[in-house]
């Protein structure tokens, strides 16, 4: 089955930089485009942008571009969200979603505080 | 771009039907059949539950529909179960390239 394995939960500080990644398995991974998109505690969804998994071009939604950068390792199935220069207001959960039209499969999120 | 209007909540009783609206304009929902809406309980990831307007995903209870008139897309619970008990969120695309969700919906099940 579609599967999306996110990495685990990550502490760091301000000014710092973190790597999330997004490991689809059950499926041709360079065929569906993979989303990412981020909730803030308690809030609501916030879609950050897509990368193409066939040609590797990101596209970002405004105000994901800078220190936000998707890239992809298609050998081993990865999608990687990469965020420098983190801030407090960085934190938040991080899902990886599958799709173009619609996201019909999600990573299970992953955590990332950010705290001094 | 501004996220799409959704209540903040709604109720209702198990057994009875809820719709949540989704208000956008005509350079989003107004504008393509690309409206999805998900569900997300406390602590996990959501799920799609519709997508272009009214398709059901396989596995997705026939209870979830879904429908569009011009900038207002619309999802409809019936026969209310408490385990619908979750925020709901909508989305559309804008352009091939920038996507727009909801600010999301809490249904409570009384």
């Known amino acids: 089955q579609v599967q999306l394995v996110q990495s685990g939960s990550e502490l760091k500080k301000p000014g710092a930089s973190v790597k999330v990644s997004c490991k689809g398995s059950g499926y041709t991974f360079t065929k569906h485009a993979i989303n990412w998109v981020r909730q803030a505690p308690g809030q609501g969804l916030e879609w950050m942008g897509w990368?193409?998994?066939?040609?590797?071009?990101?596209t970002y939604a405004q105000g994901f571009a800078g220190p936000f950068v998707f890239s992809l390792d298609t050998s081993v199935s990865t999608a990687y969200l990469q965020i420098s220069r983190l801030k407090a207001e960085d934190t938040a959960v991080y899902y990886c979603?599958?799709?173009?039209?619609?996201?019909?499969?999600w990573g299970q999120g992953t955590l990332v505080t950010v705290s001094s | 771009q501004s996220a799409l209007t959704q209540p903040a909540s709604v109720s209702g009783s198990p057994g009875q039907s809820i719709a949540i609206s989704c208000i956008g304009t005509?350079?989003?929902?107004?504008?393509?059949?690309?409206v999805s809406w998900y569900q997300q309980h406390p602590g996990k990831a959501p799920k799609l539950i519709l997508f272009d307007v009214s398709v059901r995903p396989s596995g997705v209870s026939d209870r979830f529909s879904g429908s569009k008139s011009g900038n207002t897309a619309s999802l409809t619970i019936s026969g209310l179960q408490p385990e619908d008990e979750a925020h709901y969120y909508c989305t559309s695309w804008i352009s091939s390239t920038n996507l727009v969700f909801g600010g999301g919906t809490k249904l409570t099940v009384l």
């Open positions: 005509s350079s989003d929902v107004g504008a393509n059949k690309y």
């Open positions: 990368i193409n998994t066939d040609t590797g071009k990101p």
């Open positions: 979603a599958r799709g173009g039209d619609c996201f019909d499969s």
